[in-house]
């Protein structure tokens, strides 16, 4: 796979503030590239430096190897694009703003109705053409900035937390489309985002991103599965517990995280530890479960959060847990609150923060 | 007395209307000079003062709050007062009084043109400005140009190009002072309804005088009215067109 954006050395400062320091960077040809890490750690200025609306302070830009300069900027415009973080769209009908880039490409009207056509069939909005696109609801108006960037068929995709201001439902339409996209059109993709959880769904690699530097790169498990303290300072991670841990004799620890819980972990480290659990790894069932698994509790559900196509349970079991199901299990178990159920999880699965 | 005047008010007013819908040819020439003149002023103060204004409402450099400053200040100008400076300078011994333009309509098209440059500056630059800045971006994340991403937002901001077409235009077609002092109201060559109306009315040809009023107020209401009603779809149909 050879890289089709290469950033070397770019920093960013505006006035006294730096906003990028150093990034090194290859993107390559047709993956989905995740940018992680918290607002203000300069995701969205390298965002708009890749889509050549922004200049940087110093570094290089190569577009499939050759360099981005006032020559052949515009060229490379018109085969990146970018979706923002808060929708943009200009002040007239969907299919005026999808329109937009098409007639600057010089397509044919014909040629346009088709794409629209196309692309409003992708992202699920058919008939919604002639509507005025800032009367839609803020998923339908990313939907449209979807459409109108999938219409130009440009080399690059790049998106600014794209999901963050929207619907679960609207979300999980744009992850569908956008993974459909990258697979049927090998669209390259650079998605900023602080959900950990979209990054890993959507993307093949990602990059960790803290204070304007590029700390970590690689596959989004290898990213989230050890996470750095760096990483769990600012990632909203979810079944958090602090305790006092204690070695036991087959090597691993077993940590009083309080409320009576003790939780077993696959690592060796005594004294006050704090640890966490994925959503997605916990086990959870109406029978007693009889697995493998060392940690096993009894509790009940006290709050169910439907986000379309997943289902988030929270679960009292001494400590409260969040636990993740498809909404195919959750259906199938008829799970309500006040539900007793158990939840199980690997001691392999307690990560020390 | 006071009945007097009133009579002659009621009698000058059905007259007026009689020459209105006569289509008395003094009336119906001077209210064409009128349009004609203001309509072209408009148009050459928005050939200057769009670029200026996109200038303003795009680009940062050193000096832009003083220029917007300028043309805010000169918003209020006194027609009078902007009427002499201009006479001066097309009089014979004016810097381009060897164009002989003074007493023409050219002059009276040029000395609106000046007059109204401030509207349409001031009110384009703060359209412009109040467009979503992330706008030009959009544009140029879809493959527009510089210029192309400029023309984006002019387009975003056209509901106050149109309000400051509109506002010149009023201004243009209702001043007095600008049109009197480098048109010197010369019947049937740079006579138009303002000055008539003023002229007129000294003269006590209160008829003529009403009828010119009436269709000075219909023209600027009628259009007023219009932009008001079309305004929206008109600048929903230029949008992305």
Same mark, same amino acid.
């Given at each position: 796979?050879?890289?089709?954006?290469?950033?070397?050395?770019?920093?960013?400062?505006?006035?006294?503030?730096?906003?990028?320091?150093?990034?090194?960077?290859?993107?390559?040809?047709?993956?989905?590239? /995740?940018?992680?890490?918290?607002?203000?750690?300069?995701?969205?200025?390298?965002?708009?430096?890749?889509?050549?609306? =922004?200049?940087?302070?110093?570094?290089?830009?190569?577009?499939?190897?050759?360099?981005?300069? =006032?020559?052949?900027?515009?060229?490379?415009?018109?085969?990146?694009?970018?979706?923002?973080?808060?929708?943009?769209?200009?002040?007239? /009908?969907?299919?005026?703003?999808?329109?937009?880039? &098409?007639?600057?490409?010089?397509? @044919?009207?014909?040629?346009?109705?088709?794409?629209?056509?196309?692309?409003?069939?992708?992202?699920?909005?058919?008939?919604? =053409?002639?509507?005025?696109?800032?009367?839609?609801?803020?998923?339908?108006?990313?939907?449209?900035?979807?459409?109108?960037?999938?219409?130009?068929?440009?080399?690059?995709?790049? +998106?600014?937390?794209?999901?963050?201001?929207?619907?679960?439902?609207?979300? /999980?339409?744009?992850?569908?489309?956008?993974?459909?996209?990258?697979?049927?059109?090998?669209?390259?993709?650079?998605?900023?985002?602080?959900?950990?959880?979209?990054?890993?769904?959507?993307?093949?690699?990602?990059?960790?991103?803290?204070?304007?530097?590029?700390?970590?790169?690689?596959?989004?498990?290898?990213?989230?599965?050890?996470?750095?303290?760096?990483?769990?300072?600012? %990632?909203?991670?979810?079944?958090?517990?602090?305790?006092?841990?204690?070695?036991?004799?087959?090597?691993?620890?077993?940590?009083?995280?309080?409320?009576?819980?003790?939780?077993?972990?696959?690592?060796?480290?005594?004294?006050?530890?704090?640890?966490?659990?994925?959503?997605?790894?916990?086990?959870?069932?109406?029978?007693?479960? %009889?697995?493998?698994?060392?940690?096993?509790?009894?509790?009940?559900?006290?709050?169910? *959060?439907?986000?379309?196509?997943?289902?988030?349970?929270?679960? #009292?079991?001494?400590?409260?847990?969040?636990?993740?199901?498809?909404?195919?299990?959750?259906?199938?178990?008829?799970?309500?609150?006040?539900?007793?159920?158990?939840?199980?999880?690997?001691?392999?699965?307690?990560?020390?923060? | 007395?006071?009945?007097?005047?009133?009579?002659?008010?009621?009698?000058?007013?059905?007259?007026?209307?009689?020459?209105?819908? *006569?289509?008395?040819?003094? %009336?119906?020439?001077?209210?064409?000079?009128?349009?004609?003149?203001?309509?072209?002023?408009?148009?050459?103060?928005?050939?200057?003062?769009?670029?200026?204004?996109?200038?303003?409402?795009?680009?940062?450099?050193?000096?832009?709050?003083?220029? #917007?400053?300028?043309?805010?200040?000169?918003?209020?100008?006194?027609?009078?007062?902007?009427?002499?400076?201009?006479?001066?300078?097309?009089?014979?011994?004016?810097?381009?009084?060897?164009?002989?333009?003074?007493?023409?309509?050219?002059?009276?098209?040029?000395?609106?043109?000046?007059?109204?440059?401030?509207?349409?500056?001031?009110?384009?630059? @703060?359209?412009?400005? @109040?467009?979503?800045?992330?706008?030009?971006? &959009?544009?140029?994340? &879809?493959?527009?140009?510089?210029?192309?991403?400029?023309?984006?937002? +002019?387009?975003? *901001?056209?509901?106050?190009?149109?309000?400051?077409?509109?506002?010149?235009?009023?201004?243009?077609?209702?001043?007095?002072?600008?049109?009197?002092?480098?048109?010197?109201?010369?019947?049937?060559?740079?006579?138009?309804?303002?000055?008539?109306?003023?002229?007129?009315?000294?003269?006590?040809?209160?008829?003529?005088?009403?009828? &010119?009023?009436?269709?000075?107020?219909?023209?600027?209401?009628?259009?007023?009215?219009?932009?008001?009603?079309?305004?929206?779809?008109?600048?929903?149909?230029?949008?992305?067109?």
């Amino acid at each position: 796979m050879s890289s089709i954006i290469e950033l070397e050395d770019i920093s960013k400062t505006y006035g006294n503030n730096i906003v990028l320091k150093q990034i090194n960077l290859k993107i390559q040809e047709g993956e989905v590239f /995740s940018l992680l890490g918290p607002n203000g750690a300069g995701k969205t200025t390298l965002l708009r430096i890749m889509a050549s609306i =922004e200049k940087p302070s110093s570094g290089i830009i190569r577009f499939r190897s050759a360099k981005v300069d =006032e020559g052949n900027i515009n060229q490379v415009r018109l085969n990146t694009t970018m979706i923002f973080q808060k929708t943009a769209l200009f002040s007239t /009908s969907v299919y005026k703003n999808i329109a937009y880039g &098409l007639k600057l490409r010089g397509c @044919s009207r014909r040629e346009t109705d088709e794409k629209i056509k196309e692309v409003m069939k992708t992202v699920r909005l058919e008939g919604y =053409e002639n509507r005025p696109a800032k009367k839609l609801s803020g998923g339908e108006q990313q939907r449209v900035a979807l459409a109108r960037a999938l219409a130009l068929d440009a080399d690059v995709l790049l +998106l600014d937390e794209p999901m963050a201001n929207i619907d679960p439902k609207n979300v /999980s339409i744009i992850e569908d489309v956008l993974s459909r996209v990258n697979k049927e059109k090998k669209t390259t993709m650079v998605i900023a985002t602080h959900n950990m959880f979209q990054a890993e769904t959507l993307a093949q690699r990602a990059a960790l991103m803290l204070e304007g530097k590029i700390v970590k790169v690689g596959a989004p498990q290898e990213i989230f599965t050890w996470p750095s303290k760096l990483l769990a300072n600012y %990632v909203k991670l979810e079944n958090v517990f602090s305790g006092f841990s204690k070695v036991t004799k087959e090597g691993t620890s077993l940590v009083d995280v309080g409320d009576g819980l003790q939780i077993e972990a696959a690592f060796e480290k005594a004294g006050n530890v704090t640890v966490f659990v994925r959503p997605e790894d916990i086990l959870l069932s109406s029978n007693p479960i %009889v697995s493998s698994a060392r940690n096993s509790f009894e509790g009940r559900i006290i709050q169910i *959060s439907d986000l379309g196509p997943i289902v988030k349970l929270k679960v #009292k079991a001494g400590k409260n847990f969040i636990v993740q199901i498809t909404k195919r299990s959750f259906n199938e178990m008829q799970l309500n609150v006040e539900a007793k159920v158990f939840i199980a999880f690997k001691a392999s699965s307690v990560h020390a923060v | 007395m006071h009945f007097g005047l009133g009579n002659e008010i009621i009698d000058g007013f059905l007259k007026a209307l009689q020459l209105i819908f *006569s289509g008395d040819p003094t %009336v119906v020439e001077i209210s064409i000079r009128s349009f004609l003149v203001s309509s072209l002023a408009v148009m050459l103060s928005a050939l200057w003062g769009l670029p200026v204004a996109m200038l303003l409402g795009l680009k940062r450099f050193p000096g832009r709050f003083l220029v #917007k400053g300028f043309f805010n200040a000169m918003l209020g100008i006194p027609t009078v007062a902007l009427g002499l400076i201009l006479y001066l300078f097309f009089s014979n011994a004016g810097p381009v009084g060897f164009l002989r333009l003074l007493y023409s309509p050219t002059a009276m098209i040029i000395g609106q043109a000046i007059l109204v440059t401030p509207i349409t500056v001031s009110f384009i630059t @703060s359209a412009i400005e @109040s467009v979503d800045p992330e706008i030009k971006d &959009l544009a140029k994340t &879809l493959g527009a140009s510089e210029t192309e991403a400029s023309v984006a937002v +002019l387009r975003e *901001s056209m509901s106050g190009v149109v309000l400051a077409i509109t506002a010149s235009f009023n201004r243009a077609i209702a001043e007095l002072g600008v049109v009197l002092m480098v048109g010197g109201n010369i019947a049937g060559f740079t006579s138009v309804l303002t000055t008539t109306i003023a002229l007129e009315t000294s003269k006590g040809e209160i008829a003529l005088a009403i009828a &010119l009023a009436i269709i000075l107020l219909l023209i600027v209401s009628a259009l007023t009215l219009a932009v008001n009603l079309f305004q929206k779809r008109m600048t929903y149909y230029f949008r992305g067109e």
